[in-house]
């Protein structure tokens, strides 16, 4: 046989390399498999033997040409009570070959919440969504159901393992890759995919290598990148293992999660350069490293800080080359997804609202 999978019309089963893939009924068109016997199945194959399949059929195709791809899990979720997921790639005359999967959520009211959570990863891997329906309650809890189209040079294992971070996303608001705490979540769980297609901003900073803390000023642009986002409002999260592309509005948007070499990222390090060049201390610091498909990824989350604590400072300043100036300080900000550092004539002007508020005995206001 050529390519990685054929239909058999004498047998009505696609046949791959390794695997013979039978319907659920004989007299019909609907395939099942287990993971393991389609993950090298390449969508381009694919759609060529279901267009096979329909020059024989008297019907034009409206999904009844399909295979449904079984993942078992070894262990349930708390959203979804089941040790399985059922992934469909589906026929359509209107379509060609699409990936029509159903996800459960935990309420019915999250419409618009299920398309916000998917759409930067989707595009990111050259998705289309094509159709989205709601449903309240299917027996298990109400679950939305997702017909989108994906480049056929994809694979079918790349699609299911996509589909299960949809899974995800849609599934537990509590990680959602909009928020400090939700990307976080995706990350240490094993999923630094999920960020794909968002944009750097304002709370998010991802690098796609380690600071390369053997120099003072590399320590010292950590330093100031985690002062500038405890002094966010949100907190903020920075990750290192994420490349980043220009988008068309010149914005940087995360495009691959290529990690770095196993080792290369020390938790002690960047918790050293933290503890002894921010001032104060950043208060519930979290820095992880997460191991994903053979590289590393490193994860830190500023929580938001108590006001009564900010500004947070760096200790020392740039001078030139890679020279740190320990006798001068930093007080960076972030204005979009660019750092600045507050000037001198600010810094002066809140020394001097300090001083007048104490002498008059009343509390600084923010100016």
């Keep these: 046989m050529t390519g990685t999978v054929v239909w058999d019309k004498n047998k009505n089963a696609l046949l791959t ?177 999920a960020l794909l297609g968002q944009p750097e901003s304002r709370w998010l900073e991802v690098k796609r290598k380690g600071y390369g803390l053997e120099n003072d000023r590399q320590k010292h642009e950590l330093a100031v990148d985690l002062a500038a986002l405890a002094n966010c409002d949100d907190g903020g999260l920075i990750v290192i293992g994420l490349s980043t592309s220009k988008g068309a509005g010149g914005q940087d948007i995360i495009s691959a999660a290529n990690g770095c070499a196993v080792g290369s990222l020390i938790v002690d390090q960047y918790s050293e350069v933290a503890k002894n060049r921010v001032v104060p201390a950043i208060e519930g610091l979290d820095i992880r490293v997460i191991g994903h498909k053979g590289k590393h990824f490193l994860a830190a989350l500023i929580p938001p800080q108590p006001e009564q604590f900010k500004p947070f400072l760096v200790r020392g300043g740039i001078l030139n080359g890679d020279r740190v100036s320990g006798a001068a300080f930093t007080i960076p900000h972030r204005v979009g997804s660019e750092k600045w550092n507050v000037s001198a004539e600010a810094v002066h002007s809140q020394l001097v609202a300090a001083r007048i508020a104490l002498r008059k005995g009343q509390p600084m206001s923010d100016a």
């Excluded at 893939?21 to 068109?29: L, R």
């Excluded at 019907?59 to 399985?84: A, C, K, M």
């Design 17 to 193: 390399p390794n695997a013979m893939i039978a319907p659920y009924h004989q007299a019909n068109h609907e395939f099942y498999c287990d993971f393991e016997d389609a993950r090298q199945i390449a969508l381009s194959d694919l759609a060529d033997a279901f267009r096979e399949i329909d020059k024989t059929v008297p019907y034009s195709p409206q999904g009844e040409i399909s295979l449904t791809v079984t993942s078992h899990y070894d262990h349930q979720n708390s959203w979804r009570p089941f040790s399985y997921r059922l992934d469909t790639f589906s026929f359509w005359e209107q379509w060609g070959l699409i990936l029509d999967c159903e996800y459960s959520f935990p309420a019915s009211d999250q419409e618009t919440w299920t398309v916000t959570a998917i759409g930067p990863l989707l595009a990111a891997n050259g998705g289309e969504l094509l159709k989205v329906n709601w449903h309240k309650d299917g027996g298990d809890g109400p679950y939305v159901q997702l017909k989108a189209r994906f480049p056929l040079s994809c694979t079918v294992g790349q699609m299911v393992a996509l589909s299960a971070i949809f899974e995800s996303l849609i599934s537990n608001d509590s990680i959602a890759p909009s928020s400090p705490g939700g990307a976080f979540a995706l990350v240490v769980s094993g999923m630094p995919d």
